[in-house]
């Protein structure tokens, strides 16, 4: 059996297998509060929380982005369909007699420490051909034998530190530093976005300003499929139909899928959408206050601007 192969068959670009090594960096910077709260599942210690398994398999799923009209970037579609490689992956190599489980470990900070790709400013990973459009999945695996590792050659620094992605961003990169608190996807689970926050979200789940602005990074954009494009209507979804977005972005995204649709009928001006969220406002308990009042406002002003034109 052939794991790199595998590997390719499931959909995956790159894969490799590393030695379960002791992760005492990322520790420290959560101990510093440098991650954000979504990332507290992640296990501080491989060796301890896998003690089966003596080896590391991460997956890079590379992609091409959508254009930047698109209604959301490529990336959570792409992610959705790793998730799911990824389970067939598994279940392929348990049928083939190894033990292997999705792994709950940094994959970034785990690469970054085993030399492959780099860290950019804007914090992304980055690993040619694919520059920061990729998404990672893990496993960890009980092999027949211990691993031996040779880092590939893929690891010069490229950030020249052009201040680009700073430029174009509305928060995080602020001051000369990132600062995750100030990233709009810090804010895309379902918690309520900042008030300065509101008028910016141009798409389902934030954005990638910062990767599209990053010299480095390939130049190719695709357009949103049609399939994509119709199943992420705003107004479709604060109508109920949310059936098809959930099976592009995974079934656990539905209530941040309705309170961002929320915002993005008012910042698309889709004034079709104001009786339905007039009807969510009647029934809300508070969730979503601050997205339908947001919302209704934009789009009764925009409607009252209509009348006058
Ligand atoms: S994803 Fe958007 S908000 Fe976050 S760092 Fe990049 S440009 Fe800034
Ligand atoms: S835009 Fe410039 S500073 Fe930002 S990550 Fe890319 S090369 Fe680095």
Redesign the pocket.
Known sequence: MNLSVLCKEAGFSEAFVLPVSPYTDWTRHRNDGAFHTNADFIRDDPAAAYPWANACLICVWAYTPFDDTSVVPAYYIESNRAYHAMKALLQKLNKNGIRAERAETPYRTQLLQAGIGTRMD?QLWYYAPYGTFTVLWGAMLALPEPVSYTPPHNNEPVCDHCGR?EK??????HEGT?DWR????AYMENQPLPNEYLPKLSAFS??????FACPQNPIERIPVPDEIRLALDPVEIVKGNSKAALALLGKNRKKPLLRQAIVLCANRKRTEALPYLLAWKEKDDGTLETELNYAISVLQFEQNMVQYR
Do not use: M
Request: hydrophobic share 30%; proline share 0%; charged share 15%.
């Open positions: 804007n992605c174009v961003c509305f928060g995080a990169l990132f100030h990233c709009i996807r934030g954005c990638e300003r910062c990767q």
